[in-house]
Structure formats: structure tokens, C-alpha cells
């Protein structure tokens, strides 16, 4: 790829983060082994569902598919944009290479397990 | 509890609907059902010469669950979700997500033909499309 290629392809990246988006609600619960979170990506196929880690974030995005019939007029909309997208900083005890996900029915639900080390653990007191 | 969207945007948009909503409130006659913004599930409706199209935004539902009724002129979704598991020991740090039962009313125009209505479940999102009355259609009438 020519550097041309690269600046375009960080321009169009740039650009659907700028695009307008809804939040999706979520539930976050932590448990001793890690942390479960479910996202409400209603209208949200599995193709057109992204989820990424990087550097430390977690980015939950989805674009929604409304099967429209031609020539429809919306008169009420509680929904007014077609994309989700939420963005979660992560902590370093989290094993992000194991991460586990099901998607159903617009219910998305992560598994993101604690790392080996960083599981809670009884320390002994010692006396002397 | 209007105030809050169940998707909400950037500042300014909420800002901006914020404001839509109190003239909706004080200015003009509000619905009798009220402003439903904010609870579940959100619904679309839009509509074609030849239908009437409603899609309520309801994720992580069973379909046989969800309860769709036309009568006299409305149609009324309604069913539950059960809240998210929590297991003993854990703590929950957001929850947003709806949970409970629901049921959200709406007024359907007066030329639909409540024979002819199919509903659809798929991704979470719910579709109800519902034919006009044939004699409601537009046609064109012939000059002898």
C-alpha cells in the first residue's frame, strides 16, 4: 500500500468515527473471575456487527438494517440514526486475548475474563 | 421521565430534541398516551400508500413471548424482559438496560385492514407491517 492508499484508508476510518452514531444501553456486572456486558443492538445483523480491542479500549459497533418498504415516509421515529456505537476503556487486569462474545437476536453479550495473576487470591498472615 | 432517550446522542442533539419536547409539552396538545420517548421498546412507524409499517426496537426477546394485539383501531405490543443475571458476589457497575414487563400502545389510522397484518421477528427488531383497505387506495377513474 502507497502512502496515498494508507492517508485514505485513515481518512475513511476517521470519518466513521465522526459520523453520528446512538448509544447503545448497556449492563456491566463484575464477578471474581471477570466482567459480563450486554449491549442492546436492536436491528443490528451478525455481519454487520464490529467489535475491537485496542490499545487498552473496547469499541462496540453495529449498523442497524431496517427492512424498509419502498417509498415508506417516516412519521415517528424513536430510532433516528442507522449505526451504534460505544467505546470502553479497559483495565489491565482484563485478558483481552480471551475475550467471548454471543450475539442474539440484538442482544450482545461479552465475556471478558480476568488475566491468571490478577484473580483474587486469600493471603496468608504470618506471625512472628 | 421524557427527558432521557433510550439511545441517546451527543449533547447537543439531546439538547435539541430536549427542546422539541417541552414545546411538544407546553405548546401543542401532547398525545393522551404521553411522550413515550424513552421507554421500551422504541418504536418507528412510517407508512406507504399501501401500508402501515411499525418496527419496535425490542432485543433479546423469545418471539412466541411477545404479545401483538389489534383492537378497535390500535395495536398494543407488550411481553418482558427479564433483567440481566447477577450472580451473588458480583457487582454491577452500569446497568442502563431495560428490564421488566412492557406494553406500548399506538393509534393506527383509520383506513387499515385489520385482516391482513404480518409480524416479523429478526435481530431484536420487530416489524409490523399492516395493509390498507383496498377501497383506500388511490385509483385512477376512468373518463367515459
Same mark, same amino acid.
Given at each position: 500500500m502507497n502512502m496515498n492508499e494508507s492517508t485514505q484508508v485513515a481518512k475513511a476510518a476517521e470519518a466513521a468515527r465522526n459520523e453520528a452514531a446512538m448509544l447503545p444501553p448497556v449492563d456491566v456486572i463484575e464477578d471474581t473471575g471477570g466482567i459480563t456486558l450486554y449491549a442492546d443492538l436492536p436491528g443490528v445483523p451478525k455481519d454487520k456487527l464490529s467489535l475491537q480491542v485496542e490499545a487498552g479500549t473496547l469499541t462496540i459497533e453495529g449498523e442497524v438494517a431496517l427492512d424498509v418498504p419502498q417509498g415508506m415516509e417516516a412519521?415517528?421515529?424513536?430510532?433516528?440514526?442507522?449505526r451504534y456505537r460505544r467505546v470502553f476503556t479497559l483495565s489491565k487486569?482484563?485478558?483481552?486475548?480471551?475475550v467471548n462474545a454471543e450475539f442474539n437476536q440484538g442482544l450482545l453479550k461479552l465475556r471478558i475474563p480476568k488475566a491468571e495473576h490478577a484473580k483474587p487470591r486469600r493471603i496468608e498472615v504470618k506471625l512472628t | 421521565m421524557y427527558y432521557r432517550s433510550q439511545y441517546p446522542r451527543d449533547l447537543f442533539a439531546e439538547l435539541d430534541r430536549l427542546q422539541r419536547e417541552m414545546q411538544e409539552a407546553f405548546d401543542f396538545s401532547p398525545s393522551i398516551r404521553g411522550?413515550?420517548?424513552?421507554?421500551?421498546?422504541a418504536i418507528n412507524v412510517g407508512g406507504t400508500p399501501s401500508s402501515v409499517d411499525i418496527y419496535a426496537f425490542a432485543?433479546?426477546? $423469545?418471539?412466541?413471548s411477545i404479545d401483538v394485539q389489534l383492537e378497535k383501531g390500535t395495536l398494543t405490543v407488550a411481553g418482558e424482559r427479564k433483567a440481566a443475571e447477577v450472580p451473588e458476589k458480583s457487582t454491577v457497575h452500569i446497568n442502563e438496560r431495560f428490564g421488566g414487563a412492557f406494553r406500548r400502545v399506538i393509534t393506527l389510522p383509520?383506513?387499515? $385492514?385489520?385482516?391482513?397484518i404480518d409480524a416479523k421477528y429478526r435481530d431484536g427488531l420487530l416489524h409490523i407491517a399492516i395493509q390498507r383497505k383496498q377501497e383506500a387506495q388511490p385509483r385512477r377513474i376512468a373518463i367515459k
Open positions: 412519521t415517528h421515529a424513536e430510532v433516528s440514526l442507522p487486569e482484563l485478558d483481552t486475548q480471551k | 411522550l413515550a420517548r424513552g421507554s421500551f421498546p432485543p433479546g426477546l $423469545d418471539p412466541a383509520d383506513d387499515v $385492514d385489520s385482516e391482513s
